[in-house]
């Protein structure tokens, strides 16, 4: 089992920042892929980005592509996510996820989820 907890959200204005951070315990050892996904009220929960453990390649949605970051500290069994040039459309609640080798950027490719951590970008 994997215990994962999301920090950081709030509230910022738009074209602001905010970083997000992921703490995760528990049996990690398992763990190839982490990311984010989010999910506005009324609308389906959506990808955002992801990074493998081992390698760091990154992967992310077309939407935050240039303006997001995802990083991780392997030695502290931490996740980030840099955001920048916030837009309105980004407000939603930010769920941290992890994957084993079968993981997939999809909302049924990830096997732990965190309890989510709310972003509101005002305008």
Do not use: H
């Not at 602001?16 to 528990?26: D, E, I, K, Y």
């Not at 990154?58 to 069994?77: H, L």
């Not at 996740?79 to 040039?85: D, E, F, G, K, V």
């Amino acid at each position: 089992q994997v215990q994962l907890v999301e920090s950081g959200g709030g509230l910022v204005q738009a074209g602001g920042s905010l970083r997000l951070s992921c703490a995760a315990s528990g049996r990690t050892f398992s763990t190839t892929a982490m990311g984010w996904f989010r999910q506005a009220p009324g609308k389906e929960r959506e990808f955002v980005a992801a990074i493998r453990w081992i390698g760091g390649n990154t992967y992310y949605a077309d939407s935050v592509k240039g303006r997001f970051a995802i990083s991780k500290d392997n030695a502290k069994n931490t996740l980030y996510l840099q955001m920048n040039s916030l837009k309105p459309e980004d407000t939603a609640v930010y769920y941290c996820t992890s994957g084993g080798d079968d993981w997939s950027p999809t909302p049924y490719g990830m096997d732990y989820w965190g309890k989510g951590t709310l972003v509101t970008v005002s305008s």
